[in-house]
Structures are given as structure tokens and as C-alpha cells.
């Protein structure tokens, strides 16, 4: 089983955001022996398919290489571009089977897993230059896994090859007493069975090594159960700090509706468990506005915040548990409590006419007649 730096054993697969990253930093699983098949049968393919246009060009361009003309041996200045063009025709010729090969190549990264394109794997990585890390590698599992690779490739293009020389002594056999044209087909046609056959041979290790990297690549990936909750903690939020923020948050609302109780109209209270403030304005506002509320801690602090601010507390147990419940802060009171809390409002505007000397008397608020709870809640103290 494999163990990071802290012994932790490796058992949970991969991680979705940890197959991107290695991905993006061009760590995916790749598989040399299947770019190797790909590349090589592709061009013995190619070479057979196209193999008669290849021998003619081949042909056409080596008798025009062989007979130059002979105005360039007098002016030797022409040679050099005689030269490129003699490459170009070349690589003109050779075209199909560069394209086969090239396009082969691309063929084991799409196999594989798609391809891939990383600048952070050209980035120079000192710990490849650590010789403990190669002694490592070449003695460890991948070491010996790499020497299997290399023994059954022997045993494969070998039997391969064996097979094929056993099957084509006899027309081998025949060669000197043909003309050299029918001795070169016969030739060509047995080389051409040989690369087929070894194509066949390193087609069937790359059948093999292309999953086992492929499960290699995944194994290295593989997270210690730590790890994983590391990386739920961060894609998630670290719940101490989710916490510690929304400590924050309600500190700072808590803040915000202390600092609007001074500006409010009535506190409405329980007398003591719960604390309602409201505020109306009639040039502005359609209905009174909860502007804060809270219950015991809170309700002290906002009934101790209105007695400095000389702000009117009224007792009306019931609206203020009712306001409590179905208020909400910075919002309008609900409809079914506006008869109710008009009641209590008119009696704070009489008290303080009162207070100031224009009234002739002092107030009475009375009973406040309202349902604590609305239609359809029931009791739910």
C-alpha cells in the first residue's frame, strides 16, 4: 500500500480538483510503449499502403540525383541550392509516411486520456537531478516493472521474428535463383511481413502497458484519507473559519440594529424576554418599520440603549412577542398588526404632548387587544 511522507497510507482514490491539478501541471498517465506501436505500425502500414508510390518517387528522384546537371560543375554556386532541392523532393517523396507517423503520435495521448498541453512541465525540477531518487527508481517497484517491459518486448519481437523467418526460409531459399527484379519483390514483400509481425508484437505490449500506467498513474494520485478532508475543508470553507465569519457577520448586524434604536419611535417589550423597536415616519413610510429586535441578552441591551436615548418603552407583551415572530428587520410590520401598534404609537405621540406641556393630561394606553399568534400558527411557545 502506498504512504506519503507521514506514513499515512494512500487508500482513497483521486479526488476530482487533484486529477485536474496534476493534469494541468502535465502529470498525466502516459504509456511509451503504446506511442512507440502507434508510431511504428502506423508507418509500416503507410509503407505498404503507399509503398509502390514511395519506391517510384524513390526511383525517380535517386536517377535525378545520380545524373545532375551539367552546367552546375560550372558554376559551383548553384550547388548549394541543388542540394535543398534534392531535400525537398526527398521529403516530398517520404511525405506519406512522415504523416502517418506524425499523426500516430498523437494517437497514444488521445488513448490515454486526451491530450494535454502543460508549460509546467518544461519548468527545470531539481529533484529529478537527486541521485538517491534515480537509485530509487531504478531499484524500486518501477525499476522492476520497467526490466519486465524490457524482457517481454525481447520475447515478443523476438517470437515474432522467429515466427515470421521460420514461415519464409523456403521462399528465402529461392532468392539466388531469381533475377535481381523478382529477388528485390520477394525481398521487400518478406520485410514487409517481418515489420508487420513486429508491429503485431509491440501492438500486444502496449495492450498490456497501457493500463497498467494507466493504474500506476492513478495509484500515485491516490490521497490518505487526511488529505481528502484537507481539500473538502478547502473547497468547502474550513467550518472554524465559516464559523468565526458568521460570528462576524451577526456581531456586525448586531451593531447595525443597536445603532437604529436610537432612532426609533416605541420599544415594544415583553416586559423583559423580548425587545421590539419601530420606527414610522409618515411622510416616508407606508406602514411602522422593525428596525430591531431580540430576546433576552439582545432585548436587555436594546431596552438599556433606548433608555439612554430617552426612546418610549411600552409594555404590550403579546404584539411584542407577535412582532418578534413574524417581524422582520428593516421590513414593514405585517398587516394583521397595524390596528395594534397604531394603538400603541398614538399613545406614545400623546405622552409626549404630555411631556412637553401640550396636552392637558396624562395618557392611557389600555389593553392592546391582539392575537399573539396568526391564523394557522397555534401555540409554538
Do not use: C
Not at 506511442?35 to 505500425?41: E, I, L, N, P, S
Not at 542540394?83 to 525537398?88: C, F, I, P
Not at 525481447?154 to 527484379?181: F, I, K, W
Not at 421590513?331 to 400623546?350: D, G, H, M, N
Amino acid at each position: 500500500m502506498a504512504e506519503n511522507e507521514d506514513g499515512q497510507e494512500r487508500t482513497e482514490q483521486p479526488s476530482a480538483k487533484r486529477l485536474r491539478e496534476a493534469r494541468e501541471k502535465g502529470n498525466i498517465a502516459r504509456s511509451r510503449e503504446l506511442a512507440t506501436a502507434a508510431v511504428f505500425g502506423a508507418g509500416v502500414l503507410a509503407l505498404m499502403a503507399a509503398g509502390p508510390m514511395i519506391a517510384r518517387g524513390s526511383r525517380n528522384w535517386m536517377r535525378g540525383a545520380l545524373r545532375p546537371d551539367p552546367a552546375l560543375l560550372d558554376e559551383p554556386g548553384l550547388l548549394f541550392g541543388h542540394m535543398g532541392l534534392l531535400v525537398l523532393e526527398l521529403a516530398w517523396v517520404m511525405l506519406p509516411l512522415v504523416l502517418a507517423a506524425l499523426l500516430a503520435s498523437f494517437a497514444a495521448p488521445l488513448l490515454m486520456g486526451g491530450l494535454q498541453f502543460s508549460g509546467k512541465s518544461l519548468v527545470p525540477d531539481p529533484g529529478r537531478l537527486n541521485p538517491l531518487s534515480g537509485i530509487k527508481r531504478t531499484w524500486g517497484p518501477e525499476g522492476l516493472a520497467e526490466l519486465a517491459k524490457s524482457l517481454l518486448r525481447v520475447a515478443l519481437v523476438g517470437t515474432a521474428a522467429v515466427l515470421t523467418l521460420s514461415h519464409g526460409m523456403d521462399v528465402l531459399r529461392t532468392m539466388p535463383n531469381q533475377s535481381l527484379e523478382d529477388a528485390s519483390r520477394t525481398g521487400l514483400h518478406f520485410a514487409g511481413r517481418l515489420l508487420l509481425a513486429t508491429a503485431g508484437a509491440l501492438a500486444l505490449l502496449a495492450a498490456l502497458d497501457a493500463p497498467y500506467q494507466k493504474w500506476n498513474w492513478l495509484r500515485k494520485l491516490k490521497m490518505t484519507r487526511q488529505e481528502l478532508r484537507d481539500e473538502m475543508k478547502e473547497s468547502e470553507g474550513n467550518p472554524q473559519v465559516k464559523g468565526k465569519i458568521r460570528q462576524m457577520q451577526f456581531q456586525l448586524s448586531q451593531r447595525r440594529m443597536m445603532e437604529a434604536v436610537p432612532a426609533a419611535d416605541v420599544i415594544v417589550v415583553n416586559p423583559t424576554h423580548y425587545a421590539v423597536a419601530l420606527k414610522y415616519d409618515g411622510g416616508s413610510m407606508r406602514a411602522p418599520t422593525l428596525v430591531a429586535k431580540g430576546v433576552d441578552e439582545v432585548a436587555h441591551r436594546i431596552r438599556e440603549v433606548a433608555d439612554r436615548h430617552r426612546v418610549a418603552i411600552v409594555s404590550a407583551p403579546p404584539l411584542a412577542r407577535a412582532l418578534y415572530r413574524e417581524g422582520q428587520l428593516g421590513k414593514e410590520i405585517p398587516v394583521r398588526l397595524y390596528a395594534a401598534v397604531a394603538q400603541v404609537l398614538s399613545y406614545v405621540y400623546q405622552l409626549r404632548a404630555w411631556r412637553a406641556g401640550t396636552a392637558p393630561a396624562s395618557p392611557e394606553l389600555g389593553e392592546v387587544a391582539v392575537d399573539e399568534f396568526a391564523p394557522g400558527q397555534g401555540d409554538r411557545r
